[in-house]
């Protein structure tokens, strides 16, 4: 059988998991990041990254509602998947997802979106005419109370919806690792620290997916960068990567020192069909890169325009490096025989259900849905534009 | 009060959930069988349901009760594991007719039959026979050599 090598057992010739449960992950795992984000202004009270804190929330909610896409067009009977709600089983952990995320998307993000909102729904009610005046209206849940009083009170629920949001995004992208990590019958997922690997490679993917995107939409709006806010975004940023490549640089030591039975097999995968994705993609361009960038930027005091074109780079390779390692963990995860005695290939198809056309489809339907979101509640106030800055 | 009335949309909210919650109990009572659950996480009826599917395999001892001579040259052959229906089909309904002729199954084509298990393939193991059917036989089916009963070559095929 061609792209077949060694023993295969019959079900593993061809891969049951595709570009789109690739794609799950790693979409998650952007909700995750950007809540993180911006929960680092609420709660936290880090004052210069409060131009990022809307779009942040924005950012997670345009991706969380595309997040069960992936998984719905991979399922053969889409139609069937309610029936994860109606009737759960308490061993699937694919049910017990099913109602993390609708917890993320309702009890946290939407509420916590409504309450930083409503004074500006309620103004926009008011203010806006035709089908946007009732799209508005219905947003205000028929209150238009404003009052100082009920301001306050929506700031210290808003609050308390964050402090219970940090948990509960640590929760939504640590179960997607605990999905994985927890099929035990796979020594490439089967690792207690899969979760915590994804909750920080989660971290990075967000914070520097709200980064570039504030600094692209900021320059489409002709706008000056708040370079306080960037610098301040971008120092979390580098951080939380410290971490997450050491943990990841942990497991790999870990894998490499105890050499278990799978270690031979995996090894060779890695020298081999993953070379490229995982070296030279995940760690030396996707990681060790933008982690050297960032690092340069911290230790040297380097002209604005620089650190812009610094930032950006590092944003958008940590955003290739983490898809790569959310590849090489799904695709890569499904490439070896269990009997450790085989390979097999993934061909991606194009056109197909699950091909690389609806991958680049869903990538790029958050997008759509975040400008939409930006369009119905802007993330910024009218007043504050300020005139562009020189060298912009 | 005036707490309250501050926090009148809070409330609104909640509502909503509420709403939400009971419209989800609404639909699954309507979604979820009655029978869910009666036995374990399955719908309960689907056993009778299942219980009521005509038989349609005979099993392999009704079949040797007829075809004796059949079932004494599988004994001695590779195929002695392999069940009668696994490649004649189900045969319920030949073995109960008052006239098997008028329901004799098809003779399975070799040349199809065949590669369905003996294809070449690199998940299984090395003792077991297979071949590039291409290569092996040029297109022939394979029954002018193998007796699919007996199939190795040193029971009585052509050499």
Redo the contacts between chains.
Sequence with gaps: ?SG???????N??GLQWSILIVLYPYITGLVAGAFILASLERVFHVEAVKPTYRLALLTALAFLIVAPLPLQLHLGHPERS?EM???P?STSAMAMFGYVYLWYL??VLV?EI?LDY?REIVLLSQSSKGLLRVIYRIM????S?I?E??LA?DNR?GWIVTVIGIPSAFILHGYVGFIFGSIKANPWWSSPLMPVVFIFSAMVSGIACVMVLYMAITKLRKQSIDMRCVDTVAMYLFYVFIIDFSLEMLDLIHRVYEADESFRSLNFLVHTQLYIPHIVIQIFLGTLTPIILLGITQVVHLPEVVRKRMYATAGCLTLIGIFAMRWNVVIGGQLFSKSFL?YTTYKIGLVSKEGLLVAVFLTILPLFILWALIKLLPPWPANTAQAPAAGD | MSVFKDAGHLFRFAGLFVLAFLLFLVIRHFVVPPSFGQYGHYRGAAMGEIAARPVKFAGHETCEACHSDVADAKKAGKHAHVNCEACHGPQEKHATSDDPSATKPPLPDSAVLCVRCHTASAAKPKGFPQVNPAEHSNGMPCDTCHKPHNPGMDAGGPK
């Design positions: 059988m077949v090598e060694g023993f295969m057992y019959p593993e010739y309610p709600y109606f009737t089983h309702m009890a509420l409504w409503r205000t849940l028929g209150s109370n009052s009083r009920s009170i629920a085989g």
